[in-house]
Every structure is written in structure tokens, then in C-alpha cells.
């Protein structure tokens, strides 16, 4: 097996899977000293790099795991398909929420037309670094999508680190990778606003993130035993309007580019608390 673009989810994932048994033969990078350092973090695989030199290497690897970033992948989908007139019997994955594998907007279509079997594996997880990944790749859930004989591939991996897949249709895999950004960096862009607001009301941003940390994850607890409309909490919850006031006014005076945050969060809070119509008969609506 070839990885190619060892990023913090390629080593991370590229060290569960060497440790699981799974032959890594070849890492290849845009520079030979990533390739390298890639390769002594997984503990196995020849560094390689995209260049004419590392090509033959890359060209007889039975299965190629695309771990770029979401923006290099096209062009390095396209370099290395094109290196080869045939990729039949061929497996080719990519680890990108973002891109679709399968069906016409395949991302990794130069493959397919020269007969390779294409499939994506995107872990829901957050991957701060390889050695955070190696930890919490291990029982993920990965979202799976392309051709069949691939997809097979993929799920044998995924059972391999004790995963958990679901499917997406290559067509919402946009949908898809959006709620994962919303759950996960919108999550932390409102815990970094919060911890500002708390810094202003005199509380020490460490201690601030130690208690937003413990904060949010019993709410998320409660999201995944509860749900949405039975986990929310705070006064657009309970139609406490006074207090919404407050807040309002106080984000004016201490955060005022905080204020169309707010009030974008409020209105959602409503619809879930009350539904649409209730939202937009409330009291306070010509404030939001």
C-alpha cells in the first residue's frame, strides 16, 4: 500500500493501520524530508516523493490512501492517475469529508476511467495532531462512500480500528462534511467567544476553557441522550425575554461584534425551542 500526503490524519491512520497488520510499503510527500519524518512516526514504508524519481515506486502499490489536504487533492488525484494508462484491479482511497468518491463528480474519477475501484473513508473526529489521532481514530465513526470492491476495503479498515461506519451518498457528502464542521469547529469558535466573554467578566481565559470544556461536554452528553429540543437550556428556552435584553445590551458595551452572533444564535434557539412561528411572533423579534 502507497500513502500519499502524510498530513496529521495520514500518519495518525497510516500508524493505527501499520500496527493492525496492514502492509505500508511507500510513503510519498511533496518533500522528501516529510516522506521521512512520516515514515519514522508510522514505524513503517519506504519515503518516497512526488516526483519522476518516487513514480515506479507508486506505480506498483495494489492500494494508493490519499490523505492530502481537501484543497491539494484534485491535483494529486490527477498526477498520479495519469502516470499509469491502467489501473485495473486497482484500489484507491481517499480520507476527505469534503470530496465525493463516488459517482460522476468523483473526485477521483482520472482513477476510475482507467479502471481502479474508488472509495472514501472520513472519520467524524477531530485530529489535532498525528498523536492525537492515534488516539481517538480508534473506534470513530467513518463515513463511507464509493465503489464497491473499495468500499469493502474500507470497511475492512475501519473494523480493523474498532470503527463504526455509515454511509453518505456521494451527492450529500457536501451536506455531510458541513454539519461536521458546524458540530466541530463552530463548536469551538463559540467556546472561544464565550471564553472571551468570560475573560471581560474577570475570570482567567485558562480557567475559562477548563470550565467551558466541562461545560459543554455534559451538554453534549445531554445532546446524545436527549436531543436537540430536550437538551436546550437558557432563557430563549423558557421565553425569558428580560434577560435576552440583558444579554444583548451587555454584548453592545463589552463585545458589540459578538451582537450578530447572538442574535442569529437566538433565532435558532427559538425555532428549536418553540418552532418557526412562535420564533417570529415573539416579543423581542424586531430586536434580533
Given at each position: 500500500?502507497?500513502?500519499?500526503?502524510?498530513?496529521?490524519?495520514?500518519?495518525?491512520l497510516g500508524k493505527l493501520l501499520s500496527?493492525?497488520?496492514?502492509?505500508?510499503?511507500?510513503?510519498?510527500?511533496?518533500?522528501?524530508?516529510?516522506?521521512?519524518?512520516?515514515?519514522?512516526?508510522?514505524?513503517?514504508?519506504?519515503?518516497?516523493?512526488?516526483?519522476?524519481?518516487?513514480?515506479?515506486?507508486?506505480?506498483?502499490?495494489?492500494?494508493?490512501?490519499?490523505?492530502?489536504?481537501?484543497?491539494?487533492?484534485?491535483?494529486?488525484?490527477?498526477?498520479?492517475?495519469?502516470?499509469?494508462?491502467?489501473?485495473?484491479?486497482?484500489?484507491?482511497?481517499?480520507?476527505?469529508?469534503?470530496?465525493?468518491?463516488?459517482?460522476?463528480?468523483?473526485?477521483?474519477?482520472?482513477?476510475?476511467?482507467?479502471?481502479?475501484?474508488?472509495?472514501?473513508?472520513?472519520?467524524?473526529?477531530?485530529?489535532?495532531?498525528?498523536?492525537?489521532?492515534?488516539?481517538?481514530?480508534?473506534?470513530?465513526?467513518?463515513?463511507?462512500?464509493?465503489?464497491?470492491?473499495?468500499?469493502?476495503?474500507?470497511?475492512?479498515?475501519?473494523?480493523?480500528?474498532?470503527?463504526?461506519?455509515?454511509?453518505?451518498?456521494?451527492?450529500?457528502?457536501?451536506?455531510?462534511?458541513?454539519?461536521?464542521?458546524?458540530?466541530?469547529?463552530?463548536?469551538?469558535?463559540?467556546?472561544?467567544?464565550?471564553?472571551?466573554?468570560?475573560?471581560?467578566?474577570?475570570?482567567?481565559?485558562?480557567?475559562?476553557?477548563?470550565?467551558?470544556?466541562?461545560?459543554?461536554?455534559?451538554?453534549?452528553?445531554?445532546?446524545?441522550?436527549?436531543?436537540?429540543?430536550?437538551?436546550?437550556?437558557?432563557?430563549?428556552?423558557?421565553?425569558?425575554?428580560?434577560?435576552?435584553?440583558?444579554?444583548?445590551?451587555?454584548?453592545?458595551?463589552?463585545?458589540?461584534?459578538?451582537?450578530?452572533?447572538?442574535?442569529?444564535?437566538?433565532?435558532?434557539?427559538?425555532?428549536?425551542?418553540?418552532?418557526?412561528?412562535?420564533?417570529?411572533?415573539?416579543?423581542?423579534?424586531?430586536?434580533?
Amino acid at each position: 500500500m502507497a500513502l500519499i500526503g502524510p498530513g496529521r490524519i495520514g500518519q495518525a491512520l497510516g500508524k493505527l493501520l501499520s500496527n493492525a497488520g496492514v502492509r505500508i510499503e511507500w510513503i510519498a510527500a511533496r518533500r522528501s524530508s516529510a516522506a521521512r519524518a512520516a515514515a519514522r512516526f508510522i514505524g513503517s514504508g519506504h519515503a518516497v516523493t512526488l516526483r519522476p524519481s518516487g513514480i515506479p515506486d507508486l506505480n506498483a502499490a495494489r492500494i494508493v490512501l490519499l490523505t492530502t489536504s481537501d484543497s491539494a487533492l484534485p491535483e494529486v488525484a490527477r498526477f498520479l492517475a495519469a502516470q499509469r494508462a491502467e489501473w485495473q484491479g486497482r484500489v484507491v482511497l481517499h480520507t476527505s469529508g469534503a470530496w465525493p468518491a463516488g459517482g460522476e463528480s468523483s473526485v477521483l474519477q482520472p482513477f476510475r476511467r482507467r479502471g481502479a475501484s474508488a472509495a472514501s473513508l472520513h472519520p467524524l473526529q477531530t485530529v489535532p495532531s498525528r498523536e492525537a489521532g492515534v488516539r481517538n481514530l480508534v473506534g470513530c465513526f467513518w463515513a463511507v462512500e464509493g465503489d464497491p470492491k473499495a468500499v469493502r476495503l474500507a470497511r475492512r479498515w475501519v473494523r480493523l480500528l474498532r470503527g463504526h461506519t455509515l454511509t453518505i451518498a456521494p451527492q450529500r457528502k457536501a451536506a455531510y462534511h458541513a454539519a461536521a464542521v458546524i458540530a466541530c469547529a463552530g463548536v469551538v469558535t463559540l467556546m472561544e467567544s464565550a471564553e472571551r466573554l468570560m475573560n471581560v467578566s474577570g475570570v482567567e481565559r485558562s480557567q475559562a476553557r477548563k470550565m467551558l470544556a466541562g461545560f459543554v461536554s455534559e451538554t453534549a452528553a445531554n445532546f446524545g441522550r436527549l436531543g436537540g429540543r430536550r437538551s436546550l437550556t437558557g432563557p430563549a428556552s423558557r421565553g425569558d425575554w428580560a434577560t435576552i435584553r440583558k444579554h444583548q445590551a451587555a454584548l453592545r458595551s463589552e463585545a458589540p461584534d459578538l451582537v450578530p452572533l447572538y442574535r442569529e444564535l437566538l433565532r435558532s434557539m427559538l425555532k428549536l425551542a418553540r418552532g418557526t412561528r412562535a420564533a417570529t411572533r415573539s416579543p423581542c423579534s424586531g430586536a434580533l
